[in-house]
Nanobody
Framework: QVQLAESGGGLVQAGGSLRLSCAASGSIFRSKDMAWDRQGAGKQRELVAGISRGGSTNYAESVKGRFTISRDNAKNTVYLQMNSLKPEDTAVYYC????????????????WGQGTQVTVSS
């Protein structure tokens, strides 16, 4: 079994910072792409940032210059450093990882965390 566990969410004032972490655990053979999505109240889920195993990154326009995604392949962990937070960043943040397990090393599957709440007050 593979599980993703997010941490680091919370309440912060506008202009503040938070760092989210997401650790994948279980019978993991190899991780490929990892990403953070978010879903605000009454809004569609959107991709916030993604990172390949080699470190190539992409960001939503709304977070460029403020958020930084990184990863530690040895720990199967992805991070999201969020600076200059705005009230519109308020959402549940979900991590996503494409992983293969020792049960079937040839098959990549998408896994999702349970989400962590980020609330930015004005």
């Amino acid at each position: 079994q593979v599980q993703l566990a997010e941490s680091g969410g919370g309440l912060v004032q506008a202009g503040g910072s938070l760092r989210l972490s997401c650790a994948a655990s279980g019978s993991i053979f190899r991780s490929k792409d990892m990403a953070w999505d978010r879903q605000g109240a009454g809004k569609q889920r959107e991709l916030v940032a993604g990172i390949s195993r080699g470190g190539s990154t992409n960001y939503a326009e709304s977070v460029k210059g403020r958020f930084t995604i990184s990863r530690d392949n040895a720990k199967n962990t992805v991070y999201l450093q969020m600076n200059s937070l705005k009230p519109e960043d308020t959402a549940v943040y979900y991590c996503n990882a494409a992983l293969s397990s020792y049960g079937d090393i040839t098959r990549l599957r998408d896994y999702w965390g349970q989400g962590t709440q980020v609330t930015v007050s004005s």
